[in-house]
């Protein structure tokens, strides 16, 4: 079949809105016809050259939600009409780490850049005779998408599928990166750097833990506003500008968490970070930074980080396996005690997808989101 896509053919680049065609699903595969995706900022980093993919051109997206249409042979566990959310990491289950129960860190996490499916091959491919990889093994942002049965989770209806679709990623990822990465205790005063998509589901999983003060850091006035609205107690245009209200809370010896969630973290910022934390404390890396950091992190040497116990947690999906994860936060959202809808800032149809980049850039958006139908 032919369906529309936002394709990178050239990176750093724009996104083109394309036709393409789109193979039937393959064993254990399923046909989706896509509802909602999330602009998240892991793909604008493909578009701008910090991270790359090993195939293009490429279709991007790893935010969605949509129904199943068709299976492929052998699929289980699935059937058509049933409402989905993707993984961009498809937990084989048989792994050291699935195995573990930490299925965030399966090896086939390995593929999230290559660009194929599982079994080597693309499902996409162009007007003009290319393959059209998928980072993530997904490639959200296309009106029909052919997945791998394990890069999907079945949820209930009740939820809107224009609503789920931010659990696949960046709430997940922020809400984790406090609760489980952080382990923010009841009374902790957390500093959260940078709140916007994800950011902003760290302030929500700092609240829900019993943090009794969490500090929101952003240089956007709007977003410091907006902090405040989803659990934020105070907010600060940068960490240095903090740093006095975190030190008269704790007695001048620095944060029990701070966590890292700017759309583009530079080793600095984590020397940043690193330092506004207290003895014993956590310091939870959830955004990413270009390929091209040398690994240097300023601020940070080896005696202080032992003599000083300090930690620093890397957060990958939020440190929660997705199946485990996506269905808890979606209950949390039936029962109040989770914002989705006011994380929505601006949704956009397929082919506005390099104006919602640029508002996310901006820092006009918490999340812009593609409607299909729109």
Same mark, same amino acid.
């Given at each position: 079949m032919k369906t529309r896509a936002a394709v990178m053919r050239n990176a750093p680049?724009? &996104?083109?809105? @394309?036709?393409?065609?789109?193979?039937?699903?393959?064993?254990g595969e399923v046909l989706v016809q896509m509802v909602a995706s999330g602009l998240c900022h892991s793909d604008d980093h493909l578009a701008q050259g910090d991270l790359h993919s090993d195939h293009l051109p490429v279709v991007g997206g790893h935010e969605g939600s949509g129904i199943v249409r068709s299976l492929g042979p052998g699929v289980k566990g699935l059937e058509v009409g049933d409402h989905v959310l993707t993984s961009f990491i498809p937990a084989c289950g048989k792994c050291r780490w699935c195995a573990m129960g930490i299925q965030n860190l399966c090896d086939?996490? /390995? !593929?999230?850049?290559?660009?194929?499916?599982?079994?080597?091959?693309?499902? +996409?491919?162009?007007?003009?005779?290319?393959?059209?990889?998928?980072?993530? $093994?997904?490639?959200?942002? /296309?009106? &029909?998408?052919v997945y791998d049965q394990d890069s999907l989770i079945k949820i209930d209806k009740d939820v809107p599928l224009e609503i789920a679709c931010l659990v696949a990623c960046g709430?997940?990822?922020?809400f984790g990166s406090a609760t489980t990465a952080g382990d923010v205790q009841p009374g902790d005063v957390v500093l959260v750097v940078g709140v916007g998509g994800i950011g902003m589901n760290a302030v929500q999983g700092a609240r829900e833990s019993g943090a009794a003060h969490v500090i929101a850091v952003d240089p956007v006035p709007d977003k410091q506003k907006w902090a405040l609205d989803f659990g934020a107690t @105070?907010?600060? @245009?940068?960490?240095?500008? /903090? +740093?006095? =209200?975190? =030190?008269?809370?704790?007695?001048?010896?620095g944060a029990d968490v701070a966590i890292l969630c700017a759309g583009l973290v530079h080793n600095e910022l984590i020397g940043e970070g690193f330092q506004a934390i207290r003895k014993a404390g956590t310091l939870v890396v959830a955004?990413?930074?270009? @390929?091209?950091?040398?690994? =240097? !992190?300023?601020?940070?040497?080896?005696? +202080? $980080?032992? !003599? +000083?116990?300090? =930690?620093i947690q890397g957060a990958l999906y939020g440190m929660k396996s997705p199946r485990e994860a996506m269905p808890m936060l979606l209950d949390m959202y039936r029962a109040g005690k989770l914002k989705l809808d006011e994380l929505v800032t601006t949704t956009y149809s397929l082919d506005q997808i390099n104006e919602g980049f640029d508002d996310m850039r901006g820092g006009r958006n918490i999340r812009g989101v593609i409607h299909y139908n729109k």
């Open positions: 680049g724009k &996104w083109s809105v @394309e036709e393409v065609e789109l193979d039937d699903p393959q064993a086939r996490g /390995a !593929m999230i850049l290559v660009g194929t499916q599982l079994d080597g091959t693309v499902r +996409m491919h162009s007007s003009d005779g290319l393959d059209v990889g998928t980072p993530g $093994l997904l490639g959200t942002f /296309a009106e &029909w998408q709430v997940q990822t922020g @105070e907010s600060f @245009e940068s960490i240095d500008a /903090a +740093m006095d =209200r975190v =030190r008269h809370l704790t007695n001048g010896q955004g990413i930074g270009p @390929e091209t950091d040398d690994g =240097r !992190m300023p601020g940070i040497n080896a005696t +202080m $980080l032992a !003599m +000083m116990q300090k =930690r």
